[in-house]
């Protein structure tokens, strides 16, 4: 294949996390490729020559189609735009599929399966940092018209002045650099007041519940109400979704994270291109308000949130975690939006009036709620899948309803007062539990936090006290409080309910509570673990800083608390292996410091 390329240019934000998802040891090594999939209606009697002039004309309308990789001499990432791709159609097996190189080719595919010349079943793919779901979905309908009108009738919508390396150039400027940094650092504040833990557990562990609506109307009903009042889809699902919560937890200072983020904007809102982030808004319900008052504003702090979409997405996500772990959970949990049709083909054409609840249950624990829209051509879907330790069967369908009920009051008066559609809502009972910690707003559950301390090794017996903030008490055969601290910031990035301890304290097993401990950490934001006879951790501090030249690395602090730029790590994770320790990349985007991530190798 020669490589021409018309353009090149920078990574956009979103395409920062999905590129280092695209190091060589997911490739290589693992045989991980991060893509999308979706499977095309195909017309009868289609041939391998008409679907290739149909993907021929895709990639030609669509940078994205025909973006390929490479790393500039100062490591940074740096996309190209061919200026001209076919791309292939690969034979469908029923064997794993092999993973494209970005870095040799663009990732855009459609595989086949043929039946000589004529083509029985095709599925497009392409990876993630090209094109997220929300566009992906968009495209692979495109080119189901484009097939049926036989290429006469279906013109693919591509916007020549405005392409992926556009957005990326945008996001480049330095007013957008200057509002990216102000953001950040306003959101981490945002991030510590954030009440956690409003949907304390009341289920059952070990199972999760699916409730999928199936509504041929309703979607149709939110676009004509989105055009009237000048607001996106996904801008008023997350209104609904943020308001019936709120109503039912009683939790009007309220955070939801989406994935959606700049596809609100008019020129990217058709993009076909890897755009969309997750970011994290707070949402707000003003006195006096109408309920499309409540959804415009929604649509507004949507808007205005982007800046939060940082570039380091998943190094931002570390940071937050030490954040959270410090003073009490998970921001995104236990609520998440997403609004993407992605997931296959729409399984049936809906019935014009109707409306179907479907319910499934299903092994294994899921850690929060997850609320996903997924408009289609033939229906619109719209489901709840919750863990049963968020919340209860029954709270669920509850709260399910009340969505449902509550778009629906929008949607048929918008201008009542926000407070009388909000009051039609039913406020959750939460179960009384003698074992609940306070902590501000925050909800934490001391059984928890006492079981992660008997499961570290020398530990026989934990207990919780109130020693100028929470105190984890151990007695055992002298267990190392550094090794429980660590263990217990690990567990608190994945468990809502786990407050880590501002101290630690350690008793002989034969020894009374009221007996002084044999040893004590307190842990505050100035806690360092020794790393001086550690080579393992000295190790990770080289490694860091040889690849942030100038920088001084503190191995207490996570990736990103101590400065790291996400596109580095596949260069510390060969560094570190250069230096005779193991490493997986998605170690540096954990809760674990770097202390703890130097700890966990070759033992």
Request: charged share 25%; net charge negative; hydrophobic share 40%.
């Amino acid at each position: 294949m020669t490589m021409e390329f018309a353009r090149t240019g920078s990574l956009a934000w979103g395409q920062q996390s999905f590129w280092f998802l695209n190091e060589e040891t997911f490739i290589r090594e693992y045989g991980i490729e991060f893509h999308l999939s979706r499977p095309l209606s195909v017309p009868q009697g289609l041939t391998k020559e008409r679907l290739q002039q149909t993907l021929n004309a895709a990639a030609a309308a669509y940078e994205a189609l025909r973006t390929m990789y490479r790393v500039l001499p100062d490591g940074q990432p740096e996309q190209c735009v061919l200026a001209h791709f076919e791309p292939p159609q690969v034979e469908l097996t029923d064997g794993p599929v092999v993973p494209v190189d970005v870095k040799e080719r663009p990732g855009f595919r459609c595989m086949v399966r043929t039946d000589g010349d004529v083509v029985s079943e095709a599925v497009l793919r392409a990876n993630q940092i090209d094109i997220d779901g929300f566009a992906f979905s968009r495209l692979a309908r495109e080119v189901e018209r484009h097939l049926v009108d036989d290429g006469q009738g279906a013109l693919f919508a591509g916007d020549e002045a405005f392409q992926p390396l556009d957005c990326a150039a945008a996001e480049s400027e330095e007013a957008m650099q200057a509002a990216s940094a102000r953001a950040i650092e306003a959101l981490s504040g945002l991030w510590r007041e954030a009440p956690r833990n409003f949907l304390p557990p009341a289920g059952v562990a070990g199972k999760t519940l699916q409730l999928t609506l199936n509504d041929a109307d309703l979607y149709a009903s939110v676009q004509r109400y989105s055009t009237t009042h000048g607001v996106s889809p996904a801008s008023f699902f997350h209104a609904v979704v943020g308001g019936a919560i709120a109503a039912w937890t009683q939790t009007y200072d309220l955070f939801l994270t989406t994935a959606v983020s700049n596809r609100w904007r008019p020129r990217s809102a058709g993009l076909m291109a890897r755009i969309a982030t997750e970011v994290d808004c707070r949402l707000e319900f003003p006195p006096g308000a109408t309920g499309a008052d409540f959804v415009r504003r929604t649509h507004g702090l949507l808007l205005r949130a982007y800046p939060y979409g940082v570039r380091d997405e998943e190094a931002g996500v570390a940071a937050k975690d030490r954040i959270d772990s410090e003073s009490g959970s998970i921001l995104q949990r236990p609520v998440r939006i997403e609004y993407l049709d992605y997931q296959g083909r729409q399984e049936a054409a809906g019935v014009a009036g109707s409306r179907r609840i479907e319910e499934r249950t299903t092994d294994g624990g899921f850690d929060r709620m997850l609320f996903a829209f997924y408009p289609g051509d033939r229906e619109f879907k719209f489901f709840l899948k919750c863990g049963g330790e968020v919340a209860a069967p029954e709270e669920c369908r509850e709260l399910f309803d009340a969505v449902i009920g509550f778009a629906d009051a929008l949607l048929g008066k918008p201008e009542a007062p926000l407070q009388e559609l909000l009051s039609r809502i039913p406020t959750r009972v939460i179960p009384a539990e003698a074992d609940w910690i306070a902590n501000g707003n925050s909800r934490h559950l001391g059984a928890r936090i006492r079981a992660v301390a008997l499961a570290h090794p020398e530990v026989e017996e934990a207990w919780l006290e109130e020693r100028d903030g929470l105190r984890c008490a151990v007695a055992g055969d002298r267990p190392d409080l550094i090794a429980l601290h660590e263990r217990m910031l690990l567990t608190a990035s994945h468990d809502p309910l786990i407050r880590v301890p501002t101290s630690y304290a350690a008793f002989t097993s034969d020894s009374p509570r009221g007996d002084e401990p044999t040893a004590v950490l307190d842990v505050d934001p100035d806690y360092r673990p020794a790393a001086d006879d550690d080579p393992r951790i000295l190790a990770i501090v080289d490694v860091f800083e040889s690849c942030h030249p100038g920088s001084a690395c503190d191995p207490a602090l996570s990736y990103a608390a101590a400065g790291g730029r996400f596109t580095m790590i596949p260069s510390m994770v060969s560094s570190l292996r250069n230096a005779g320790f193991e490493s997986h990349p998605l170690d540096f985007t954990g809760i674990a410091s770097l202390a703890a991530i130097a700890r966990s190798r070759g033992e």
